[in-house]
Every structure is written in C-alpha cells, then in structure tokens.
C-alpha cells in the first residue's frame, strides 16, 4: 500500500523503498510504528548509542503523523487547570515545565538534521469567537508565562486583521514558539537521520504479536524482532497487535481540505503574517498556509473513526463560514486521518511489562507532544524514568460501556460542548 492521497504525499520529497522484515533480528530496542512517536524514541535513544530497529505496518508516516495539520502546537488537549485538578499541583507544574520541550525538539531535528520540511517559524495562532474564550486565553498567557514561555501576545480586535482576515473573531493569543510544517516530510526526515546514526526502519512489517517476556520479541508474518526493549507506538492504528490497549483509546478521524494555489494577495488577504490558527471551540477548526500558498483546512471529527464520504462537502461550508471571500475557489484535495482519543484527553503512555513500553492517545495534540514522549522513553529506557513515570503515573481509564457504547458516549460529550460554546459559555 502507498500513502494515502493528499496534499503532503503529493509534495513529499523522495525517500527510499524500504525493506520488508525478513527472517529473525536482534537488537537493542525495537520500536512499533515509524509515526512521530516511534521517530522520536528511536532517534533519540540512536543518538545515545543504541542499536535499533523500527518495524511499520505500511510506510514511514502513513497515519496520522503524515496527514495531519501541520500545526506545532504548544501544550496539552486538556489546560493546566484541568490537569491540576485532576493530578495535583506538582504534576500539573512538571507538565507545564515540559508543555514546550516537543516543539523544541522539532525544531532542533530539523537544524541538526537539515531536514527540508517547509518549516515556518512565524508562529501559532489561536482565535476566540466570544469573551469567554479570550479570558480562556488570557489565563493560558499567563500560565504559559510561568512555565517559561513568555513569546505570547494577547491580540484585541483592532489588531485582529494584522493576523486573521475574518469577521468571525473577537480576538486571540499568537504564541511566537509555535509554527508550522509540512509533517510527511518531517517524518521522513526524521527516519533518515534515524539511518544516519545506524537505524533500522522495516516497511510493510506488520507486528502480530509481542512477547512482553524478560527477553521481548515482536513476531510479524515473515520475521522477528527480539530485544532488551520494545516500544509500541502504533497509537490510533495499533489494530490487534497490543490488544491490552484497545479499550483505552477510542480512534478518532480528522478531515483535512486543501485549496487550489492562491495569489500572493489572497493569501495575504486570509493569513497576512503566515500563521497557523486553530479556534478555540471544543470541535476545533484549523488552517494555515502552504509554502506554495494554498489554504489547507482542517476541522470536525468522526468518532467511529470511519473517513465521510464526501469530505469536501463536509468541511467547504466550515471553510466559506471562515473565509467567505473564498467561495469558487477549487478544492485540490481532501482527505482523513484518524488519531487515539483517551478518555481524559491526556497522553497514555506506561509499561506493558518490565521490558515493553507504550506511548498512545494525544488525543489530537500530537506533533508536539509525541516528540516529547519519544524523549522520555528513551530516557526511561537508558534508566532515567523520573520524567518519563510523571506521565506514566497520570491515570487512564477505559471508555465506559466498552466498544459498542463508547462511541455514543464521547458523541454526547462533544454534543453537550458544541452546545455551551454556541451559548457563549
């Protein structure tokens, strides 16, 4: 299977046609998944001297990591009001000390590794429709403040036109550490500096079933991979091949759309200082604009996970509401992409076993944070785990109502959100 049509495999840069895993391997970790989250564990523990293989299902970024918004967002799903409440206040300050770390890392692979991904640094913006939602705002500025990150500006509605060319907002926060990028070819340019260093990346190497034993092997349909180590990264599409997680995380789908190039000054017009946005809404929307100057919007989920089947059509209405200036314009590309929602909308991530590690459920907070998860297992696998077992010891609870209810479950959830944000709640 090739990738998924969209924009990113579209405008992917070349990458070699990678083996299949073929007969029996050894090294020090094995990594599960070739997305953000396995990149960024095998790249950081390579460079600590680590012999390692990554095994992938399909290809190196084809779920989410690859078709995602593009956004580096910094922070959590859930804000540190939330995560001290229901954690307390010295793991809701360690994680608000590392809510940046993912966006640095990013960053730093891409100057380290002269990966070529379209990056903009101008920054990310997030846009209020009510009052409500700006002191919401407010309160992340000044929290963010105390974590360390003071390159935050709260933007008024007489400025709101510098940043955002719609009617629709009251206001925002642009936050100067965030940007943008193009996320298949991060990730492909993770994996060759991932094989610079001595890694292996395995293709088309489904992982059936792991030994979660004192000496843990990863068997697929024509080989084996046995180590000190396992990581599973599969996060929303890990299928059968960790089922002690399945009832942990629901897969969620996403719906992205992208417009035909525009002029410079209709680009201009829509995001006049190139900067990602998402809103503030429960069911957030999201766009920003591409190197070769297209709008790429995202925005509304599926909790079945099942892609629509008329995605354009699901997302163009969301898009004209936005950008009404917009309508004719064509639509070059639309596609899905489904990502692990925990039931806390917090990441999951902890131990099978002794010897096998997991990192699922950003909840679609991902391309930062998984980053950061992928330091922290490393860490934790070369026996510094204080950072790491922070997350670890957060606890994640299974949807209730199992597989046939949850879906209807988390549907209510967003309905009843929806309704208080129409409400200006």
Same mark, same amino acid.
């Given at each position: 299977?090739?990738?998924?049509?969209?924009?990113?495999?579209?405008?992917?840069?070349?990458?070699?046609?990678?083996?299949?895993?073929?007969?029996?391997?050894?090294?020090?970790?094995?990594?599960?998944?070739?997305?953000?989250?396995?990149?960024?564990?095998?790249?950081?523990?390579?460079?600590?001297?680590?012999?390692?293989?990554?095994?992938?299902?399909?290809?190196?970024?084809?779920?989410?990591?690859?078709?995602?918004?593009?956004?580096?967002?910094?922070?959590?799903?859930?804000?540190?009001?939330?995560?001290?409440?229901?954690?307390?206040?010295?793991?809701?300050?360690?994680?608000?000390?590392?809510?940046?770390?993912?966006?640095?890392?990013?960053?730093?692979?891409?100057?380290?590794?002269?990966?070529?991904?379209?990056?903009?640094?101008?920054?990310?913006?997030?846009?209020?429709?009510?009052?409500?939602?700006?002191?919401?705002?407010?309160?992340?500025?000044?929290?963010?403040?105390?974590?360390?990150?003071?390159?935050?500006?709260?933007?008024?509605?007489?400025?709101?036109?510098?940043?955002?060319?719609?009617?629709?907002?009251?206001?925002?926060?642009?936050?100067?550490?965030?940007?943008?990028?193009?996320?298949?070819?991060?990730?492909?340019?993770?994996?060759?500096?991932?094989?610079?260093?001595?890694?292996?990346?395995?293709?088309?190497?489904?992982?059936?079933?792991?030994?979660?034993?004192?000496?843990?092997?990863?068997?697929?349909?024509?080989?084996?991979?046995?180590?000190?180590?396992?990581?599973?990264?599969?996060?929303?599409?890990?299928?059968?091949?960790?089922?002690?997680?399945?009832?942990?995380?629901?897969?969620?789908?996403?719906?992205?759309?992208?417009?035909?190039?525009?002029?410079?000054?209709?680009?201009?017009?829509?995001?006049?200082?190139?900067?990602?946005?998402?809103?503030?809404?429960?069911?957030?929307?999201?766009?920003?604009?591409?190197?070769?100057?297209?709008? #790429?919007?995202?925005?509304?989920?599926?909790?079945?996970?099942?892609?629509?089947?008329?995605?354009?059509?699901?997302?163009?209405?969301?898009?004209?509401?936005?950008?009404?200036?917009?309508?004719?314009?064509?639509?070059?590309?639309?596609?899905?992409?489904?990502?692990?929602?925990?039931?806390?909308?917090?990441?999951?991530?902890?131990?099978?076993?002794?010897?096998?590690?997991?990192?699922?459920?950003?909840?679609?907070?991902?391309?930062?944070?998984?980053? #950061?998860?992928?330091?922290?297992?490393?860490?934790?696998?070369?026996?510094?785990?204080?950072?790491?077992?922070?997350?670890?010891?957060?606890?994640?609870?299974?949807?209730?109502?199992?597989?046939?209810?949850?879906?209807?479950?988390?549907?209510?959830?967003?309905?009843?959100?929806?309704?208080?944000?129409?409400?200006?709640?």
């Amino acid at each position: 299977m090739s990738y998924i049509s969209s924009y990113y495999a579209s405008s992917a840069n070349a990458a070699p046609e990678r083996l299949v895993l073929e007969g029996d391997h050894h090294c020090d970790i094995c990594v599960i998944g070739a997305g953000y989250a396995g990149l960024s564990t095998a790249l950081h523990l390579a460079e600590k001297g680590y012999k390692v293989i990554v095994l992938e299902a399909e290809k190196t970024g084809w779920g989410a990591s690859g078709r995602n918004g593009g956004q580096i967002i910094n922070g959590y799903s859930r804000d540190y009001d939330t995560i001290r409440a229901r954690y307390g206040e010295d793991t809701a300050r360690a994680l608000l000390n590392m809510g940046f770390e993912g966006a640095d890392i990013i960053r730093d692979h891409i100057k380290k590794y002269n990966i070529n991904c379209n990056h903009s640094p101008e920054g990310s913006f997030f846009a209020a429709f009510n009052d409500s939602q700006m002191k919401f705002l407010e309160r992340r500025k000044a929290i963010w403040a105390e974590g360390g990150n003071n390159e935050t500006e709260i933007i008024s509605r007489d400025k709101l036109s510098d940043y955002v060319g719609s009617a629709l907002y009251c206001g925002g926060l642009l936050d100067k550490r965030g940007g943008h990028i193009h996320p298949l070819n991060l990730a492909l340019g993770e994996a060759a500096a991932l094989e610079s260093l001595g890694g292996k990346i395995f293709e088309k190497s489904r992982v059936l079933s792991i030994d979660t034993g004192t000496k843990p092997k990863a068997i697929t349909e024509r080989g084996s991979v046995s180590a000190a180590h396992i990581v599973v990264c599969g996060n929303a599409y890990i299928g059968n091949t960790a089922p002690q997680l399945q009832s942990r995380f629901m897969s969620v789908s996403s719906q992205i759309i992208t417009t035909a190039p525009l002029t410079d000054a209709q680009a201009s017009a829509l995001l006049p200082g190139r900067h990602c946005v998402e809103d503030c809404n429960f069911l957030l929307d999201y766009y920003r604009i591409t190197a070769d100057r297209r709008l #790429l919007f995202g925005g509304g989920v599926v909790y079945s996970g099942t892609t629509p089947h008329d995605i354009e059509g699901r997302l163009s209405p969301k898009l004209l509401r936005v950008f009404p200036m917009l309508q004719g314009v064509k639509i070059d590309y639309a596609w899905s992409c489904n990502f692990a929602l925990t039931l806390t909308r917090m990441p999951h991530i902890g131990r099978l076993s002794d010897t096998v590690y997991f990192i699922h459920g950003d909840s679609g907070h991902g391309v930062t944070t998984t980053h #950061l998860l992928g330091r922290l297992t490393a860490e934790a696998v070369a026996g510094q785990a204080e950072r790491y077992d922070i997350f670890a010891n957060m606890k994640n609870y299974p949807f209730p109502g199992g597989r046939v209810f949850r879906i209807p479950f988390t549907a209510l959830g967003a309905w009843y959100y929806g309704l208080r944000e129409k409400m200006g709640i």
